[in-house]
């Protein structure tokens, strides 16, 4: 569950956004007269050689080096899509982890984390992630570079945080979805003839795994969320990360073949493990066309649950509904995706619910 703090930050992000709960809303913009967070890195970073001290530097920080086996020189068109998504978050991740350090080396979180020494290790833990997510991102471009496909440049964000348990809760969602979309990733990799990149990309998961496991103790939650993980999608993932980049910033958005959808807004705070109606809202639509469209939510490794959408109302420029989340029936812990789709299904995949989702992901995080 998102924190109460964290919501509270998300509200006074835009002055214009429908309240909102879990989590972030999108839409990035420095409304609030954020500084958005820029590239490079003082170290050069995305611009790093092959082989270069910098690489060097970025190598003793990860604990560990870039694979030195060969890189593929082809690739299925699904996979080079595949692997541009995956640059562009690791990338967005770097962005994230650099600012989350340099808040905790500056003490702008003030007194949250505590003693010198607790402060020391999340300094040291996070300094790690960080030169291993540029690792992530420096090796994806590599592959897709090799392959002779776009590289992913990065764009310029802002997060929608600024306490340091909403940064680690925040921290945990986003890798929540990535940990869902790596899955998708791996799927396509052996599917289409690109087998070769699926153990790597498993290496991912696990190390994005661990990570999780970290920040899911910092913020008194047991490491491991869910016998299986939730399943994603390269659409929704794509869509979720759009509320931390500043719109038009990017310059690989021509390059990235995938929809982004249109916000949807989780209202209900608090969500616990019990069965209950949540309140939605969307904008840029009418009651009319909302009133036949559907709620479906993704959790673990489950059939997508359609509901009906109810009680749908106009509230200034928002069309708000809801819908019934049978959490508690299901054991919906952890990360539930939830879409508003133009087709109530029955769904057979995750894929199939993306093909007619025209708002999402809401992200929805009990723990
Ligand atoms: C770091 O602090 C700045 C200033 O308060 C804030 O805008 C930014 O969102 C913070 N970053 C993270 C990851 O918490
Ligand atoms: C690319 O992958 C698709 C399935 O995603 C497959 O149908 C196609 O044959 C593959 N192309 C090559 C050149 O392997």
């Given at each position: 569950m998102l924190s109460q703090l964290l919501v509270t930050a998300l509200l006074g992000l835009?002055?214009?956004?429908?309240p909102v709960a879990n989590p972030p809303s999108y839409g990035?913009?420095?409304?609030?007269g954020q500084v958005a967070f820029k590239f490079p890195?003082?170290?050069g970073f995305p611009n790093?050689?092959?082989?270069s001290p910098e690489l060097t530097e970025i190598q003793k920080n990860a604990h560990g080096t870039l694979p030195n086996t060969a890189l593929p020189t082809k690739i299925n068109d699904t996979s080079a899509a595949n692997l541009q998504l995956i640059a562009f978050n690791e990338i967005f991740e770097v962005a994230y982890f650099s600012s989350l350090l340099n808040n905790v080396t500056h003490g702008s979180?003030?007194?949250?984390?505590?003693s010198k020494a607790a402060k020391n290790m999340v300094i040291n833990a996070i300094k790690t992630v960080r030169a291993q997510e540029e690792l992530h991102a420096l090796g994806a471009n590599a592959i897709l570079a090799s392959a002779g496909r776009t590289t992913i440049k990065p764009c310029e964000y802002i997060f929608p945080v600024d306490k340091f348990d909403d940064a680690i809760t925040l921290a945990y969602t986003f890798t929540d979805v990535v940990l869902g979309t790596l899955q998708a990733a791996q799927f396509a990799f052996a599917e289409d003839g690109?087998?070769?990149l699926v153990p790597l990309v498993g290496s991912i998961i696990g190390q994005e795994g661990e990570q999780n496991g970290y920040y899911r103790s910092l913020t008194g939650?047991?490491?491991?969320?869910?016998p299986f993980l939730t399943r994603s999608a390269g659409p929704f993932a794509y869509s979720a990360l759009q509320m931390f980049v500043v719109p038009?910033?990017?310059?690989s958005a021509k390059d990235i073949k995938l929809p982004i959808f249109e916000p949807l807004t989780?209202?209900?705070?608090?969500?616990?493990l019990k069965d209950q109606m949540l309140t939605f809202a969307v904008k840029k639509t009418t009651a009319a066309a909302v009133s036949k469209m559907s709620v479906v939510y993704i959790n673990q490794q489950n059939k997508p649950i359609v509901e009906k959408v109810q009680n749908v109302k106009t509230s200034g420029d928002s069309v708000t509904f809801q819908a019934a989340f049978p959490a508690a029936t299901n054991l919906m812990n952890s990360l539930t995706l939830s879409a508003l789709t133009t087709s109530a299904g029955p769904f057979a995949d995750l894929d199939a619910v993306a093909a007619v989702?025209?708002?999402?992901?809401g992200l929805i995080e009990i723990n």
């Open positions: 835009s002055a214009t956004a429908s990035g913009g420095s409304s609030k890195l003082t170290n790093i050689k092959v082989p979180y003030g007194q949250e984390i505590g690109d087998a070769e939650k047991v490491p491991s969320a869910l038009g910033s990017c310059p989780v209202m209900t705070k608090n969500i616990k989702t025209k708002y999402g992901p």
